[in-house]
């Protein structure tokens, strides 16, 4: 059906809508204007109008959870609803988060469109303050199949073992893009000043097309309500055994139809021990600067923002030693956000747009000691780009369905690398230099339209589907390959069925397809990485994702559980395999098999003093044709948090307990790896209304494991501790 045809029918749609219409106010009963509305184990969100009211499709069936987020980012505890009002709109009444530190389990991830079948967690910006998250990889380390790439300050997240270009990053919605082989990390950010991190295991192809096979991950940055006070909050921390000095302010002002928030941060961190010694190159420092204005304009609200994060001398350790350093000079990132929502209207309860321009910079450089036979040496690369994007989309109930169709443009132009290696004599005299332009003009553009829907069968019968057509092509100028392009046409889908079994206990099954474009430089690149030397390659075709999940969730009272279970196909691997000691090649290699089970138990206990949560999961990967591992597959692993609020939440304590089982299957380019647990403990207190302190230990027995399965991974931190001083004035 051509798009303006379907465009119209959505539009003309006249059926009669079963809705399920809600309020929400404050404790005080006002209403609470542009709160964002979720339900746990639901897709999509609404926002309420200027009377709090919102209209949320399909109608559930009780039990279920609301979960309100405040326009200013704030979460608020989950509602539970036990059964609907006989008379009148269903009346939210949010109450702060009772611990102020809740991992929305399995639940929801309000600003990620995700299908049915994934398994989606929240968290808010308290969890990640107080655990003292210093990258994404610490964020989401109790997320079940999430996986770490690279090394500590270098560390690269992936969720199921779909990693390098596999797992979707985004920040304020837009993509982030690198041409690193490990994937983006946005290492440079500060989850300090994020408002919450999103995460959903499992396809996302159909809203977001090529690179979303094992899920997204979604930062997003501070936002102000409107009328706040002005208020500052700054930080200060300072830590041992893995030594970092940071510092950091925002001021925020709210105004009568808006307001904006600047921030500006700086954090250096010096090499490191292990429980064998002070690992060298093990630094980095990054400073950033963010600056939004959000207002009212005409019948929505209207946002924009300019952020710029700059990495600088991030080391990449080897277990090689001083013989081969490798840095990140520079790391440099400039994004410029907008967007806008227009209110519920015209039958639409979601209609908005966003819209993005970046630019960035990454500078490699490896310094090779001389030794017997071989002179020293300094290879250097540096990659610049620019990244756009524009997404529109618009969300309204037709009968019992919940309809969304959208378009989603993207792409990177302007990419350059440039590199040099130079040859040192024995007298450290300059004997050879040779300078070359790999990449001198790439681009990458991506055109697609999407549509999804959910519609309700009776009262315990649901189904989900939803369709996606990318057009994807590239574009090389000279170079070292040459000019060269590509142009390829994808279809991404999903189907899936959920029966609620019996009040609170769902089950959910899952069929998806997806797809993944190679990157500019999978294609296009030659020179060092952080890892060694890599040829692209112009032929690499698009790989190829038969996905599917099953689910089983209960959500009732102070009990929340959730057990996941996927197996994925992926046909055209694109596999990066190794010639020779530190240099690398790409090629589609035949198929590949992803299996794993997960489970998440979150649990309120003794009137709401304790807070417990339990993960774990398994995972499988293999080639079909040998059944070969696959790189980047998590170990097994089992993971538990106990948190006590003390003295009416003015501080609180907990113990963290990582329990991981030895891996002997590792991928082509990685190494086995021992069983090992790690014990961590956190605490803070509120000195006063205006002041609290907090404390970290991690790694509380120094146990002894590597930071990565690379082969060329060095240990991770031993024993170390981090006190952080906030205030809010």
Not at 270 to 290: C, H, I, M, Q
Request: glycine share 10%.
């Amino acid at each position: 059906m051509p798009l303006r045809s379907l465009l119209v029918f959505f539009l003309a749609a006249a059926c009669p809508s079963f809705a399920l219409e809600g309020r929400v106010v404050d404790p005080d009963g006002k209403p609470i204007m542009g709160a964002s509305v979720s339900l746990l184990d639901h897709t999509g969100v609404v926002r309420t109008d200027w009377d709090g009211r919102f209209v949320w499709t399909p109608d559930p069936s009780p039990p279920f959870y609301v979960l309100i987020v405040l326009p200013a980012g704030t979460y608020m505890s989950p509602v539970f609803v036990e059964a609907l009002p006989t008379d009148g709109p269903l009346v939210v009444v949010v109450e702060p988060l009772v611990s102020e530190s809740v991992m929305v389990a399995g639940g929801a991830a309000p600003n990620i469109e995700a299908p049915p079948g994934s398994a989606t967690t929240s968290f808010p910006a308290e969890t990640i303050q107080e655990r003292h998250s210093a990258r994404l990889t610490d964020v989401i380390q109790n997320v079940p199949g999430a996986g770490r790439l690279s090394d500590l300050h270098a560390s690269v997240p992936s969720l199921r073992g779909l990693a390098r270009g596999r797992t979707l990053l985004l920040l304020d919605g837009a993509r982030v893009t690198t041409e690193r082989r490990a994937g983006p990390s946005a290492t440079f950010l500060d989850p300090f000043f994020l408002e919450g991190v999103e995460v959903s295991r499992g396809p996302g192809s159909v809203a977001y097309g090529s690179d979303a096979f094992g899920g997204v991950i979604h930062a997003r940055t501070r936002r102000v309500a409107p009328g706040a006070p002005t208020t500052v909050r700054v930080r200060g921390a300072l830590g041992a055994g893995l030594p970092e000095a940071t510092a950091g302010v925002e001021l925020t002002h709210g105004l009568e139809e808006g307001g904006f928030v600047v921030q500006a941060r700086y954090r250096n961190f010096e090499e490191y021990r292990s429980p064998e010694g002070v690992v060298f190159n093990s630094g980095a420092t990054d400073k950033g600067f963010l600056a939004r204005f959000a207002h009212r304009v005409g019948p929505g609200n209207f946002s924009i923002g300019w952020q710029t994060n700059l990495g600088r001398n991030t080391g990449r350790p080897d277990s090689r030693g001083e013989a081969f350093q490798t840095t990140y000079p520079e790391e440099s990132s400039n994004r410029l956000t907008m967007s806008y929502d227009l209110d519920p209207t015209a039958g639409f309860t979601r209609l908005g747009f966003q819209g993005f321009w970046g630019n960035y910079r990454l500078v490699t450089e490896r310094l090779t000691a001389a030794s017997v036979g071989e002179l020293s040496s300094e290879s250097l690369a540096d990659v610049r780009a620019k990244d756009f994007s524009f997404r529109g989309f618009a969300v309204r109930p037709i009968g019992r369905a919940r309809w969304e169709v959208g378009v989603d443009i993207y792409g990177r132009y302007g990419l350059e690398a440039l590199s040099s290696h130079t040859l040192f004599d024995r007298d450290d005299q300059i004997l050879r230099q040779v300078e070359e332009l790999p990449v001198e003009n790439a681009r990458r553009l991506n055109n697609a339209v999407y549509t999804s829907t959910e519609m309700l069968l009776g009262s315990r019968w649901s189904l989900g589907a939803g369709a996606r057509v990318d057009r994807v092509t590239t574009m090389n100028e000279g170079g070292f390959f040459g000019d060269q392009s590509t142009a390829n046409t994808a279809l991404s889908g999903y189907g899936s069925i959920k029966v609620e079994l019996a009040r609170g206990l769902s089950l959910t099954g899952q069929l998806a397809h997806g797809f993944r474009d190679p990157t500019l430089s999978d294609r296009y690149f030659r020179g060092i990485t952080g890892r060694g030397f890599i040829t692209g390659n112009p032929n690499l075709g698009p790989e190829q994702a038969n996905q599917f999940d099953a689910s089983l969730r209960y959500r009732r009272g102070p009990v929340r559980w959730a057990v996941f279970g996927y197996f994925y196909r992926l046909s055209d691997l694109v596999e990066r395999f190794e010639t020779r000691d530190d240099f690398f090649l790409f090629r589609n290699r035949g198929e590949a098999d992803i299996r794993g089970l997960e489970a998440e138990l979150q649990a309120e206990l003794l009137d709401g003093r304790y807070n417990l949560e339990v993960v774990t999961h398994w995972s499988h990967g293999n080639t079909r044709d040998d059944d070969a591992p696959l790189d980047d597959i998590p170990g097994v692993n089992v993971k538990f948090n106990l948190r006590r609020n003390l003295a009416d939440s003015r501080g609180y304590a907990q113990v963290r307990v990582a329990i991981f089982a030895c891996d002997e299957r590792p991928g082509p380019t990685e190494t086995a790896t021992p069983s090992f647990t790690t014990v961590d403990l956190g605490a803070g207190w509120r000195l006063s209304p205006n002041v609290e302190l907090r404390g970290t230990v991690r790694n509380l027995f120094d146990t002894t494991y590597p930071v990565s399965p690379d082969l060329r991974a060095v240990l991770a931190p031993g024993i170390n501790a981090v006190i952080a001083i906030v205030g809010e004035f």
